[in-house]
């Protein structure tokens, strides 16, 4: 296992991003091309939130403004939402999210947190993933994530394991 980790596999500014821009755009949810689930996010709020988005768009919403939206927020997984909070979050990106409706950077960013989504259930499987998301032992984060495909990374640990089964396992005839 992987028990000092040293790598970053979340980006809040990614998950803010894209949470903003699906206030205006729920139907984006049901795109089959983005595929997002609430797992994608690494913050429980922010799962949250993405929960009851999907929700809202499954009942044929497409737009929500932060305080409607947190009225629809109280509990996740079991787990107490500050809905003040989210409210807060969700304004502070509206203040600042000048290029949300860019749909190119919405889907950069859905991608990267796949990615990132990817590398923490391979860490929590004891796989280690520095090598994606790089070193922060010097205070910066080098971080190549984005140079690599979701395939890529997949593949990438396949061929891992199978060196370790063609080295290891004595193969039957």
Excluded: W
């Amino acid at each position: 296992m992987n028990g000092n980790r040293k790598v970053k596999l979340t980006d809040i500014a990614a998950e803010n991003f894209v949470l903003y821009y699906l206030i205006d755009n729920l139907t984006e949810i049901q795109d089959d091309d983005n595929q997002l689930t609430p797992n994608d996010f690494s913050f429980e709020a922010n799962k949250a939130v993405f929960l009851t988005m999907s929700n809202l768009a499954f009942n044929g919403v497409e737009s929500v403004s932060p305080v409607e939206l947190a009225k629809e927020l109280t509990v996740f997984d079991g787990k107490n939402i500050n809905v003040e909070e989210v409210i807060k979050m969700l304004q502070i990106n509206a203040n600042n999210a000048i290029i949300s409706n860019d749909k190119n950077m919405f889907k950069l960013h859905c991608e990267r947190l796949k990615k990132l989504s990817l590398l923490r259930d391979l860490e929590k499987s004891g796989f280690d993933v520095k090598e994606f998301c790089g070193s922060t032992d010097f205070g910066e984060e080098t971080d190549i994530v984005n140079n690599f495909t979701r395939e890529e990374i997949v593949n990438k640990y396949k061929a891992k394991l199978n060196e370790i089964e063609d080295t290891n396992l004595i193969k039957q005839q």
